[in-house]
């Protein structure tokens, strides 16, 4: 079965510059989310598109950016990256409907692995 | 708000004997909880998930979790481990009543360690 696939799996940027991270949803998902994880952290939501459109916020830095396209792709913008940018990124994705939307389980891409110098 | 608190930061058993990952809820709403499973330098796993129906639930390589509302527990067990279950183990709760795509809240994390 298909899963999610995020792009790149490991990114080396240094520090102030930018870095564009992509995320394909299982077909027919229309929500995706996007996850931080830290180094020993646990995962911490940063943002989340349903039908292109912004659900819910987390705690994503205002240099970070998202959006959802017309085909359902996501893509976070991260700009100025601090050292402490330096995590493992999920995107997870989910198919729901209008009512129930929280039932439905998010399946987890590999991630991508950045790494700010 | 939701919260998920796992009470062990590390659990450590012999295979073959029995696991036990512990986690307690928090949540306004009807949650929804699920358990994760994490390997070194690899993604997010779903084992099993809860979401009002049968109160045991099965999940994937033998897992089980039990929901028990009097006691706001969500706790994953296995009769017998395997050396392939040593891994990060994440207990997730989602406000589902929301009426929104509902964010993941996740626990710590408890590190299964499994020894000969």
């Known amino acids: 079965a298909a899963g999610v696939i995020q792009s790149p799996r490991h990114l080396i940027k240094e520090k102030r510059e930018t870095a564009t991270l992509k995320c394909y949803p299982i077909?027919?998902?229309?929500?995706v989310y996007w996850y931080q994880q830290g180094p020993g952290q646990d995962p911490q939501f940063l943002i989340s598109?349903?039908?292109?459109?912004?659900?819910d916020k987390g705690s994503i830095p205002d240099r970070f950016s998202a959006q959802q396209f017309s085909d359902y792709h996501s893509e976070l913008n991260m700009s100025s990256l601090e050292l402490g940018d330096s995590a493992l990124y999920f995107c997870?994705?989910?198919?729901?409907?209008?009512?129930?939307?929280?039932?439905?389980?998010?399946?987890f891409g590999p991630g991508t692995r950045l790494t700010v110098t | 708000a939701q919260s998920v608190t796992q009470l062990d930061s590390h659990v450590s058993v012999s295979e073959g004997t029995p696991v036990l990952l512990r986690c307690n809820y928090s949540?306004?709403?009807?949650?929804?909880l699920f358990w994760y499973v994490q390997h070194p330098n690899k993604g997010l796993q779903l084992l099993l998930k809860?979401?009002?129906?049968?109160?045991l639930v099965k999940g994937i390589n033998g897992f089980e979790a039990e929901f028990k509302k009097s006691e706001t527990s969500f706790h994953l067990t296995k009769p017998s481990a395997h050396m392939s279950d040593a891994a990060e183990y994440f207990c997730?709760?989602?406000?589902?009543?929301?009426?929104?795509?509902?964010?993941?809240?996740f626990g710590t994390g408890t590190r299964l360690q499994v020894t000969l």
């Open positions: 949540s306004s709403y009807s949650p929804s």
């Open positions: 809860y979401t009002s129906a049968a109160t």
């Open positions: 077909p027919r998902h229309d929500t």
């Open positions: 997870a994705s989910s198919g729901t409907n209008a009512r129930d939307r929280g039932r439905y389980e998010q399946y």
């Open positions: 598109f349903y039908e292109k459109m912004q659900s």
């Open positions: 997730v709760v989602s406000d589902s009543a929301t009426g929104t795509a509902s964010k993941l809240t």
